[in-house]
């Protein structure tokens, strides 16, 4: 089945600078990668995801690249802010996500003020 | 609050009983999926359905069984026979096709002593 590797595991950057989560899967046949964010205590959420036929995808200060031949795809935060504080999941899958992810074992991103 | 519903919040249960958790949309979402989820991990998915009467196994469904009665409705029963039952467990429901995204309920902490 796809495993799914997540780096790094904490992650702690100044407000204002950038940050970047980094995923690696295994099944050259996933096709959909999603990223949810998931605040203490609270349900995740999708913030972005990304198909296998884009390379890259930008929602404002989010944006997702993907390189299907070194399977890997990396979360990329600009200007961070305090509430970007959060642990944050990767996932990939085959159909769509239509039989379920699977996830990375999360980043927990810090923002210094 | 996100169509999708988790009861209850919290679970408390003697060892070798078993214990039903329940998750109900109002999303008119055709597939429901239940993700486990323990500290420092990723979540992991127990059991999915994509449509009602059908359910399939993921990764870890040992020790779990469930139904799909409703379009509704997904309840998990977590049997004795699952070893390490105390965890986060969180429902989700997608539309079903590919490429869509899934929406977490609150989830349920279960604490077995």
């Known amino acids: 089945g796809e495993n799914v590797e997540q780096h790094p595991s904490t992650l702690s950057v100044q407000e204002g600078d950038s940050a970047v989560i980094k995923c690696t899967y295994s099944?050259?046949?996933?096709?959909?990668f999603p990223w949810y964010k998931q605040e203490l205590g609270k349900r995740p959420q999708l913030i972005i995801d990304?198909?296998?036929?884009?390379g890259e995808k930008k929602d404002q200060r989010i944006a997702v690249t993907l390189n299907k031949t070194a399977k890997h795809f990396s979360l990329h935060i600009t200007e961070t802010q305090p509430e970007d504080s959060a642990v944050y999941f990767c996932?990939?899958?085959?159909?769509?996500?239509?039989?379920?992810?699977?996830f990375g074992k999360g980043t927990h991103l810090i923002i210094q003020p | 609050d996100g169509g999708i519903t988790q009861s209850p919040k919290y679970l408390f249960r003697k060892e070798g009983q078993n214990v039903t958790l329940s998750c109900e949309q109002n999303?008119?979402?055709?597939?429901m999926y239940w993700y486990r989820q323990d500290p420092g991990q990723g979540l992991r998915l127990i059991y999915y359905?994509?449509?009602?009467?059908?359910?399939q196994k993921g990764d870890i469904a040992e020790g779990y069984s469930v139904s799909r009665e409703k379009k509704e409705s997904f309840p998990l029963t977590v049997t004795s026979a699952q070893k390490n039952p105390t965890a986060f467990y969180l429902c989700?429901?997608?539309?079903?096709?590919?490429?869509?995204?899934?929406?977490f309920g609150q989830g349920t902490r279960l604490t077995v002593v």
């Open positions: 989700a429901s997608s539309i079903g096709r590919q490429n869509t995204e899934a929406f």
């Open positions: 099944d050259s046949a996933s096709n959909y």
């Open positions: 990304i198909r296998s036929n884009v």
């Open positions: 996932a990939a899958s085959m159909r769509g996500g239509a039989d379920g992810l699977t």
């Open positions: 999303l008119n979402h055709d597939a």
């Open positions: 359905s994509q449509i009602v009467n059908d359910f």
